[in-house]
């Protein structure tokens, strides 16, 4: 019995020990793997291109680089001695480049930004679970899924914020006025914020691209079909205002 006590008391201390060792380092990597795991399984869920393994890598990344700003001057120049923050501090300038690409491969779109932000949080979990700080690394795993889970259905139930977009309405006669589309934009509590207009008169023909804010519940089938009674309308379409 004295025994496997002893045996649990080595384990633990190997694990909170300030200096870097074999079986802490082990454990650190396998919570950060955890840890990142948990959090990019949601960002799949959602339809990220960043999901389990992308966010699992660099908490364990994260992490290694922690255990080894501890351990070059544990081992080479003494604990007091040294900079452990020196190739910690390189992670957050890396880290920024993968969550720069998580937003332009999304051509543009602020949609990435959420998961370029979960990215660089991750890395400072890692980072924490480096240095030993285990039950903060967990706290801030629970935050941040409920950031991602309840806030978003918090922001879903009380409607709060809206997306720009545009509507590309192509007409087959020449409009004149717009207060029409207006009207049918403000019955869906759609905001009309800019009109670019293009006129064809050998074909008779308008293309308007409403600017718009939308609210996640909109629906796009009877907006559209609204629109569509206005004026003849040959063809309509809904797209991101990047690629007007």
């Known amino acids: 019995m004295t025994t496997i006590y002893q ?92 969550g720069a690409g998580a937003i332009m491969q999304m051509k543009g779109s602020v949609r990435g930004l959420t998961t370029a932000a979960g990215i660089w949080m991750v890395a400072t979990i890692g980072m924490a679970v480096g240095v030993g700080m285990y039950f903060l690394s967990i706290v801030a795993t629970s935050l941040i899924l409920f950031i991602l ?9 009380l409607s709060v914020g809206a997306e720009s977009r545009i509507i590309r309405l192509k007409v087959g006669v020449i409009v004149s006025k717009i207060d029409d589309y207006r009207a049918v934009l403000a019955r869906y509590h759609v905001s009309l914020t800019n009109v670019y207009v293009e006129y064809d008169y050998q074909e008779q023909v308008t293309r308007l691209n409403l600017i718009v804010l939308l609210k996640d519940y909109t629906d796009y089938i009877s907006l559209f079909e609204s629109l569509r009674e206005v004026n003849p309308t040959i063809a309509i379409s809904l797209g991101n205002q990047v690629s007007i």
């Open 7 to 98: 045996y649990w008391d080595y384990i633990y201390s190997s694990i909170n020990s300030v200096e870097v060792n074999t079986l802490s380092s082990i454990y650190k990597l396998g919570l950060s793997l955890l840890l990142g795991s948990v959090v990019g399984f949601e960002r799949k869920r959602k339809g990220q291109s960043a999901g389990v393994r992308t966010f699992a890598l660099i908490s364990m990344g994260a992490t290694l680089a922690m255990i080894l700003s501890i351990y070059v001057p544990q081992e080479y120049l003494g604990l007091k001695n040294g900079d452990p923050g020196r190739i910690a501090a390189q992670v957050i300038t890396g880290i920024g480049f993968l």
């Open 149 to 157: 889970v309840q806030l978003e259905r918090i922001e879903h139930r």
